[in-house]
């Protein structure tokens, strides 16, 4: 760590959203061409634009609609280095719009909209009868892990499994993309609790060292530490226990409620998911010494130390990990830079598909008036 820290702030061009415009609002039956970043799956313009809000480069994007005749459902997520589309054609069941990062909007949007005939496939935890669409939200928006939900309605083709409502998940606390060794850098998290739902009492953890719990992997992940690949194994619903290798930093989540094998194995920590319980996030709170969190970049600055880093990335809403190049990286014209960096947290399905006497909807927790 340096040893003197001077409060000295200089904001670096890569801003992304300095110098953009709040543009709400959408373009109907209008295309961007090109520029894409990625594409994801989504229900709405509305959140197809809050993902592009949440993703670090994206600055515009164009959704295809439900009644669009192909593809429909996909949310582009695009970029450029004038942080405009290079073009805008007419192209019908297309909306487009903008980011809303330079808006100063809350970081943890409300979508409230009822999704008839669209299945969120995917992603499924828990299966329950309720009996009704409303009765399925409740259950969804009380179950804390619970981001969006399918419900089957009663003149469903198949009679077995009207009145169903499936749960579903998707990720709600940042994950770097790549956890990378690096000298040089020094990486850590913000300091803002990545969790909503307290309990009063502490998660009692235990890791078992040099030991792998053979086989029943069902996610992979990036960690950096035993510690983190435990809590991401805790918050979520389908992990039992868990792997985790310090050689190339692979969190491995594994589902099997009914047996547990373990071997002995060199540069592998396990360890068992903890529940209802407070899990412990003092990982959160440390600072890793030559380990980089690569990409997911949204700004930089230039500070003196890795402490104002930390404390820059805890103060931006948008910012949930960061990685600072201290005085001895390589390259000189990188040194004492805190790259400030975010991943998409809010409620996305892995896929939207239309189905007939289906209903589909989100979580209400982030809601106000829920």
């Not at 880093?309 to 910012?319: F, G, I, M, V, Y």
Request: proline residues 5%.
């Amino acid at each position: 760590m340096e040893s003197r820290c001077v409060r000295v702030f200089l904001l670096l061009a890569v801003c992304l959203s300095s110098g953009q415009a709040c543009i709400q609002g959408f373009l109907q039956n209008v295309d961007f061409p090109g520029s894409d970043v990625v594409d994801m799956y989504s229900p709405s313009v509305e959140h197809c634009q809050e993902l592009c809000t949440q993703h670090p480069s994206c600055l515009f994007f164009s959704f295809n609609r439900p009644d669009k005749s192909s593809g429909r459902f996909r949310c582009y997520l695009k970029s450029s280095s004038s942080g405009h589309p290079q073009s805008q054609v007419l192209l019908l069941g297309v909306s487009s719009g903008y980011s809303l990062k330079a808006c100063g909007l809350e970081p943890t949007p409300c979508f409230p909209q009822v999704f008839e005939d669209a299945d969120f496939h995917g992603g499924d935890y828990r299966t329950l009868f309720t009996v009704n669409f409303e009765e399925c939200q409740r259950v969804c928006t009380l179950d804390p892990v619970c981001q969006f939900f399918t419900f089957v309605m009663g003149n469903f083709s198949s009679p077995d499994v009207r009145y169903k409502c499936h749960l579903k998940f998707s990720w709600y606390v940042p994950r770097p993309d790549a956890v990378v060794l690096k000298a040089g850098v020094i990486s850590g998290f913000s300091q803002k609790s990545q969790l909503t739902q307290h309990f009063a009492t502490v998660c009692r953890s235990h890791l078992f060292s040099n030991t792998d719990l053979r086989g029943n992997d069902f996610l992979e992940s990036q960690a950096v530490s035993p510690e983190h690949c435990q809590f991401l194994c805790s918050v979520h619903p389908q992990c039992t226990y868990f792997s985790f290798s310090s050689n190339d930093f692979r969190c491995f989540l594994k589902n099997n409620p009914n047996s547990m094998v373990a071997r002995t194995k060199s540069n592998f920590t396990s360890g068992i998911s903890s529940h209802l319980c407070q899990i412990d996030e003092s990982w959160a709170k440390l600072t890793y010494k030559d380990i980089e969190f690569r990409g997911s970049d949204f700004r930089s600055e230039v500070v003196t130390c890795v402490d104002i880093c930390q404390e820059k990335c805890t103060e931006d809403p948008n910012c949930q990990f960061y990685t600072y190049h201290n005085g001895s990286f390589f390259h000189p014209d990188h040194r004492h830079r805190c790259y400030m960096k975010r991943v998409i947290t809010m409620p996305t399905p892995s896929q939207v598909k239309k189905v007939d006497n289906v209903k589909s909807g989100f979580t209400l927790r982030n809601c106000r008036s829920a």
